[in-house]
């Protein structure tokens, strides 16, 4: 059993998460991340890579007004354990919990910070075995479960094959192949191989463009 996984893509036009030198955080606009507030206060958990928690120091918090009391669980794929224990979601694990998904012992300088480190099966790559940590989480009673990003943890969890909706917020900016690309490697050779998705829904979201897929 896993929890029921949204992937939330916030991209250019042409679905770069990010310029090359990792710029991200205003591609899409106030409404879009409005959204994007009520999307987590609607998840169990919510889900990031390491690599986002380095580049962004995001908090993962609900800040819409009237669901402050609406935090899910914010949790952090990171094999060694490279968040920083002054990072934003360290420093605030005291107020809501936030998750460290490691295939290490847990470091206690973590620890000490009020973060919860799990200890997660290795998988073939070397990092936190995906199928592993879904079932943790779905075992700890988070029922469903919002993925943010990034690209890699994207890819791993459209691999897996373990993303059942997409909301996807798309800005009318272009930033080309040098930008960071929001789904990493699907390893797909053939269109056969290529998980299709039906289209629920495509609206306007500020000057955004909004669309809802689920799986088919
Ligand atoms: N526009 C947006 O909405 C948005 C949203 C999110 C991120 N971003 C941008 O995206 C960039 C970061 O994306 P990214 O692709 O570099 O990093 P990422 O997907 O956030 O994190 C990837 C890292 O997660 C760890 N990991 C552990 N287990 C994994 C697994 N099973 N599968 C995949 N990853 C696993 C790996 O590091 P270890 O091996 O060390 O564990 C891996 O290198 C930043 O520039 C950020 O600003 C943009």
């Given at each position: 059993?896993?929890?029921?996984?949204?992937?939330k893509l916030?991209?250019?036009?042409?679905?770069?998460?990010?310029?090359?030198?990792?710029?991200?955080?205003?591609?899409?606009?106030?409404?879009?991340?409005?959204?994007?507030?009520?999307?987590?206060?609607?998840?169990?958990?919510?889900?990031?890579?390491?690599?986002?928690?380095?580049?962004?120091?995001?908090?993962?918090?609900?800040?819409?007004?009237?669901?402050?009391?609406?935090?899910?669980?914010?949790?952090?794929?990171?094999?060694?354990?490279?968040?920083?224990?002054?990072?934003?979601?360290?420093?605030?694990?005291?107020?809501?919990?936030?998750?460290?998904?490691?295939?290490?012992?847990?470091?206690?300088?973590?620890?000490?910070?009020?973060?919860?480190?799990?200890?997660?099966?290795?998988?073939?790559?070397?990092?936190?075995?995906?199928?592993?940590?879904?079932?943790?989480?779905?075992?700890?009673?988070?029922?469903?479960l919002l993925?943010?990003?990034?690209?890699?943890?994207?890819?791993?969890?459209?691999?897996?094959?373990?993303?059942?909706?997409?909301?996807?917020?798309?800005?009318?900016?272009?930033?080309?192949?040098?930008?960071?690309?929001?789904?990493?490697?699907?390893?797909?050779?053939?269109?056969?191989?290529?998980?299709?998705?039906?289209?629920?829904?495509?609206?306007?979201?500020?000057?955004?463009?909004?669309?809802?897929?689920?799986?088919?």
């Amino acid at each position: 059993m896993r929890p029921r996984v949204t992937l939330k893509l916030a991209t250019s036009l042409d679905g770069r998460i990010a310029t090359a030198s990792g710029e991200s955080q205003w591609i899409t606009g106030e409404a879009a991340r409005a959204e994007g507030h009520r999307l987590r206060a609607t998840h169990d958990a919510v889900l990031v890579g390491i690599g986002t928690a380095l580049a962004d120091d995001p908090l993962l918090t609900v800040r819409e007004p009237g669901l402050e009391d609406r935090q899910p669980v914010r949790v952090v794929m990171d094999s060694r354990q490279r968040l920083d224990p002054d990072s934003k979601l360290a420093r605030s694990a005291g107020e809501s919990p936030v998750i460290v998904l490691t295939i290490q012992l847990p470091a206690p300088a973590l620890v000490r910070a009020g973060v919860e480190v799990i200890q997660i099966h290795t998988g073939r790559d070397g990092r936190v075995s995906l199928r592993h940590a879904l079932t943790t989480l779905r075992d700890r009673g988070l029922i469903s479960l919002l993925v943010e990003g990034g690209g890699e943890v994207a890819g791993s969890f459209l691999r897996a094959d373990a993303v059942d909706r997409i909301e996807w917020f798309r800005a009318p900016i272009l930033l080309g192949a040098e930008g960071r690309p929001g789904i990493g490697s699907l390893a797909i050779d053939e269109l056969g191989q290529a998980r299709r998705f039906r289209r629920l829904a495509a609206e306007p979201c500020g000057d955004d463009l909004w669309e809802r897929y689920e799986r088919l």
